[in-house]
């Protein structure tokens, strides 16, 4: 079973009656691979983006979690707090629910490929911020998905 399967499987705990997920991925905020990296110098420029992206992310009424899971539904955006992924399917567990913005108030998804990953720009109530994710999550899947969601709403 993909992360993304297991996501849309766990995150089902979390949705209304009638929701349903379009598309999951594991995020972490713009900075936070950096910042883990190791080094005295990664350490600070990864943590000061990552601080950087969750204050925009509270800005914009939601709350971040590194590791998480973006979660779009037909309804909503959803942030929930997962186990670490270990590789091979383990670990990436759902935890809980963080934070939750309707489709209503949130303005754009944008994807763009950054060297072995992905740079995914969220913007609500006119707020952006960003997150890395890796090269597998389905960045295009992404933005369709959020295309068609939005207009339905």
Do not use: C, W
């Not at 969750?54 to 590791?67: F, H, I, M, T, Y």
């Not at 939750?100 to 108030?105: F, G, K, V």
């Not at 990953?117 to 006119?126: A, L």
């Amino acid at each position: 079973m993909s992360y993304e399967d297991k996501i849309r499987e766990q995150a089902g705990r979390y949705l209304h009656p009638g929701e349903r997920v379009v598309t999951a991925f594991m995020a972490r905020p713009r900075g936070a691979s950096q910042a883990s990296m190791g080094g005295l110098a990664g350490n600070i420029i990864g943590g000061r983006k990552a601080a950087q992206q969750s204050r925009a992310a509270k800005d914009a009424g939601l709350q971040l979690a590194s590791p998480m899971a973006l979660v779009l539904t037909d309804r909503r955006l959803l942030v929930l707090r997962i186990s670490p992924p270990i590789g091979l399917g383990k670990g990436g567990d759902v935890k809980d629910l963080v934070s939750e913005a309707p489709l209503t108030d949130v303005d754009s998804i944008d994807v763009k490929r950054l060297l072995a990953g992905k740079v995914v720009t969220v913007t609500v109530r006119g707020t952006s911020f960003k997150l890395e994710v890796g090269a597998g999550a389905g960045g295009k899947g992404l933005v369709e998905g959020f295309a068609q969601a939005k207009a339905a709403v």
